[in-house]
């Protein structure tokens, strides 16, 4: 999408534009004639960083996406059979379609302002695990000033962002954590490494398409992620640890299931 023009723009369902405060009609309005000057994510959000064509200048807008549980950006050619789940589309300037595809209608689309090159929807979001411009040891910095539950730490997107249960788990098991643990009592040097597990456990489960559990979480071209199958505490309760052999344990944990290894993950 770099570098085309959008030329019109259709949003078919009133949840795609929930968060706007002129609903599908305004993004419709002032999205159509921007340019795609770039696109940038943070945590679990999207967005095109749009230029105005008449003056060859940033207009300052951007177009937020979330893809929700099940939404999808496709771009698509003109003549493609309809998608019974189409939310939103664009069309650009070189006869191609973008198309929101969400089935649950969970995601949206918000167009609104850039602060400091991030949509202001969002600017309370942290940086992510994988974002170059994280500092890893500042962070671990702020996380040891807690007295709070490390998990609840992790799974708060304004510290740190794009950490969802199923991630948090795996994580803190790899760095022999307890999810109960108060993060005020883990040294720096253990927090440095369950946020260095942390990006290489997302980096393996990138490589792997991600984690499916149902037909709805696959990847653009519809194939399911296969992470699932490497997953070391999430989803294993009873099953033996894969360090110690102690039976996975499950407890429920801020309305979620969290997964541990009461041996391996000790509360100290």
Not at 150 to 170: P, T, W
Not at 186 to 209: F, K, P, W, Y
């Amino acid at each position: 999408m770099v570098g085309r023009t959008i030329v019109s723009t259709s949003v078919l369902h009133p949840r795609a534009a929930r968060n706007q405060a002129g609903g599908g009609a305004e993004i419709e309005a002032n999205l159509t004639g921007l340019k795609v000057g770039a696109t940038n994510r943070r945590g679990k959000f999207l967005w095109l960083e749009l230029d105005d064509v008449a003056e060859q200048a940033p207009s300052g807008l951007g177009l937020l996406v979330h893809l929700g549980m099940s939404g999808q950006m496709l771009v698509k050619s003109p003549d493609t059979s309809p998608n019974p789940h189409l939310r939103a589309r664009a069309e650009l300037d070189d006869g191609n379609e973008v198309w929101f595809v969400d089935q649950r209608t969970f995601g949206y689309w918000w167009l609104g302002e850039l602060v400091d090159g991030v949509p202001g929807r969002v600017a309370h979001i942290a940086r992510d695990l994988l974002d170059d411009a994280l500092d890893i040891p500042a962070l671990a910095a702020v996380l040891k000033t807690k007295n709070t539950e490390i998990k609840r730490l992790l799974l708060n997107q304004e510290i740190v962002s794009g950490i969802g249960n199923i991630y948090a788990d795996e994580m803190l098991w790899e760095a022999g954590i307890h999810p109960r643990q108060k993060a005020s009592r883990i040294s720096l040097t253990r927090l440095v490494a369950l946020l260095e597990a942390g990006r290489e456990v997302m980096i393996r489960a990138l490589d792997q398409g991600g984690t499916s559990f149902d037909a709805l979480y696959v990847n653009v071209n519809g194939a399911s992620g296969y992470f699932s199958l490497s997953l070391n505490a999430y989803g294993q309760a009873g099953k033996p640890c894969a360090r110690c052999g102690n039976p996975i344990t499950r407890e429920t944990f801020m309305n979620r299931g969290s997964h541990f290894c009461n041996r391996c993950q000790k509360v100290r």
